[in-house]
């Protein structure tokens, strides 16, 4: 590892500083942030013990020695091994709710989650949500969400990675969520308790297994069991579908994030009445069918 100059005391130095060996060094990002700014602050605000919810006062702080070394750590790894971020300080936000996250899981990373913030509105009552499933729960960002705007909801987190489950069941509990979001081993459907849901969400694998290897070497960090679905990228997907009449309640929703294979998965079921849902804050591929 080469060695790089220590970061800047002041911390608004020390992210300007950050961001610009960032961009030279041509990162790729998605990951939870999107640009080297954002990803420059997360890891100055984590060496510096640092809350960004006290931003902009923070970036008049300074960094002790200890910290400037800490940081500078990160910085070299985050160019050198192309480690994400997240990985890097163990810690990510969802629909605005902190996550524990490590390489035995995927990045939270999907659009899905302003729909979870906005309660799924306009397309159900919130009333009448009782219970929710999630497939492919990773960490469990998406069932804890669910779990954070449905109060009185119970959350099925299912997931085929027992590894995966074991980061979820840390987050269930450090978001005292225990009584109502239950990690299940389930693959898709196979392993679920019985009973129909009112929601049905998923952020599955959906990239073709000829394209992981060409992905940025940001994601050869993640689980290969979160990315790869298949010749098509449709595996996952094509089951969720298959078996959607036999778990949702009426009235339910299905909601399903396919990434760029939406034009695929369009082609693919040209007789269902897919809705592609748009996002204020960006991304897409993702859709909603109704049980009807």
Request: aromatic share 8%.
């Amino acid at each position: 590892m080469t060695s790089i100059r220590l970061p800047p005391a002041r911390v608004a130095d020390a992210i300007a500083q950050t961001a610009r060996r960032f961009a030279r060094a041509e990162l790729a990002f998605g990951h939870g942030t999107d640009n080297p700014w954002d990803e420059a602050a997360a890891l100055v605000f984590h060496a510096g013990g640092l809350r960004h919810a006290d931003a902009p006062a923070a970036y008049e702080a300074v960094l002790d020695l200890a910290q400037r070394r800490q940081l500078r750590t990160l910085v070299q790894r985050r160019i050198e091994e192309r480690v994400p971020a997240a990985y890097l300080t163990g810690v990510t936000w969802f629909a605005g709710h902190e996550m524990r996250v490590d390489a035995r899981v995927l990045v939270p990373r999907s659009p899905i989650a302003e729909l979870i913030a906005a309660q799924f509105a306009p397309f159900i009552d919130v009333e009448r949500v009782h219970r929710v499933l999630d497939i492919g729960t990773g960490s469990g960002c998406i069932a804890i969400a669910c779990a954070h705007a449905f109060p009185t909801a119970q959350v099925d987190a299912a997931d085929i990675s027992p590894e995966a489950l074991t980061v979820a069941t840390d987050n269930i509990a450090r978001h005292g969520l225990v009584d109502r979001v239950h990690p299940v081993l389930a693959d898709v459907y196979d392993g679920l308790p019985a009973g129909r849901y009112d929601i049905i969400v998923s952020n599955p694998p959906y990239v073709p297994t000829a394209d992981v290897a060409a992905l940025p070497a940001e994601y050869q960090h993640e689980p290969l069991l979160g990315l790869d679905s298949g010749p098509d990228g449709l595996a996952h997907v094509r089951r969720i579908l298959e078996g959607r009449g036999q778990w949702l309640a009426p009235g339910g929703l299905l909601v399903v994030e396919v990434g760029n294979t939406d034009e695929a998965v369009a082609q693919a079921w040209p007789d269902l009445p897919f809705l592609w849902l748009d996002f204020e804050h960006g991304g897409g591929g993702v859709f909603l069918l109704r049980m009807e």
